[in-house]
Structure formats: structure tokens, C-alpha cells
């Protein structure tokens, strides 16, 4: 695909270190300073996307590294999330009935499809502010994003809780602002 040959020639600049909020320092282990030389260890087969948190990923051919994810097409990775009815993001960790909804992004419309449950389509807001919306916490950053409504709520609480008035809603991220502390503002 042509990733690896792009990421032979990326250069990182080491001068200093940066841990991000939410990654352990027991993940950083061994021998972190840059090889002198590379060596093949796999093959890029696939690359997938999330759109939405925890639901089933999309394959694409290639994605951008863009500021707010990874992005192909209309497509951004994590940029719609399902929280539960205390606002807070729930996973497929907990609910992996989660992993098998698959979602379908057009330019201005989220379908998302459940075997044995009729298909749901949300328009995506096409918004200038984040004025109005929802804050939510993931992982300790605090995240904003627009309810798309108590129809696709009820349709994704039916199917992760088996209870339409489960309480869940659907959660647009948009390419406005990060809260990210690593992500520009």
C-alpha cells in the first residue's frame, strides 16, 4: 500500500520525550532510543477507520494523518461516540454487542446497520461552534459534540441494552476545536 515506504523516510526528533495524559508509563518499556539501522518485521494488509467509537471498523485503501484522526473521504477516526444515559462513553469492552454495528459515512449522513434490526440514518450537522452541545469525558479529557437525537439513541439502546429507553445517544465529534492537551486548540 505503500505506507511502509513512506514511513521508512519519516524522521522522528527525539530531543525530548512527551507521555501523553492516559498512557502508562508501564507501556513505555525496553530500550526506547531510535535503531541505527531498520528491518521489515510485517506488512500493512489492511487499514481500518472507526468512525464511531467502539462499533464495527470500515476498511479503507489509505487515510490522511489528520489533526482530529485519522480521515478517508468523508471519514474520521472516533469522531462519533455512544454514551450511555450519565453521559458518560461506554465500549464495546463492556457491551461487545457494540462491535457488530456497522456504520456507512456519506459526506452529510451516518447509517448505521444491526442484523435483524431496520437500518437508522442520521443527518450529520454541519455546525461553525461548539455552542450548545454536550460535554463528555474520555479518558480524562473532556470532549464536546452534538446528541444526533433521541431516535438513533433509542434504536442503539435497543440494540446494545435491549431496552429502547436505555438511555444511550449518539455523539458528533466535529472538526471544529480539540480538548485534547496533544491537539491543537
Given at each position: ?55 464495527a471498523h470500515v476498511e479503507v485503501d489509505n487515510f490522511d494523518p489528520g489533526t482530529f484522526g ?66 463528555f469525558d474520555i479518558f480524562g479529557d473532556f470532549c464536546k459534540g452534538f446528541d444526533l437525537g ?36
Amino acid at each position: 500500500m505503500g505506507i511502509l515506504k513512506e514511513l521508512s523516510s519519516f524522521r522522528l526528533d527525539h530531543s525530548r520525550v512527551v507521555i501523553m495524559p492516559g498512557v502508562a508509563k508501564s507501556a513505555l518499556q525496553g530500550d526506547l532510543t531510535m535503531p541505527s539501522q531498520w528491518r521489515a518485521v510485517g506488512e500493512v494488509s489492511k487499514l481500518n477507520i472507526f468512525p464511531v467509537k467502539s462499533l464495527a471498523h470500515v476498511e479503507v485503501d489509505n487515510f490522511d494523518p489528520g489533526t482530529f484522526g485519522a480521515e478517508s473521504g468523508s471519514m474520521v477516526d472516533r469522531q462519533f461516540v455512544v454514551l450511555d444515559k450519565k453521559d458518560k462513553f461506554t465500549t464495546s469492552r463492556k457491551y461487545p454487542t457494540m462491535s457488530l454495528i456497522e456504520p456507512e459515512i456519506t459526506p452529510t449522513n451516518l447509517t448505521l446497520r444491526y442484523q435483524g434490526m431496520e437500518d437508522i440514518s442520521v443527518k450529520i450537522p454541519n455546525v461553525n461552534s461548539l455552542e450548545g452541545c454536550t460535554e463528555f469525558d474520555i479518558f480524562g479529557d473532556f470532549c464536546k459534540g452534538f446528541d444526533l437525537g433521541p431516535e438513533v439513541g433509542e434504536w442503539l439502546s435497543d440494540v446494545i441494552l435491549n431496552d429502547p429507553e436505555g438511555g444511550m445517544k449518539l455523539v458528533y465529534h466535529p472538526k471544529i476545536a480539540s480538548s485534547r492537551p496533544d491537539k491543537p486548540k
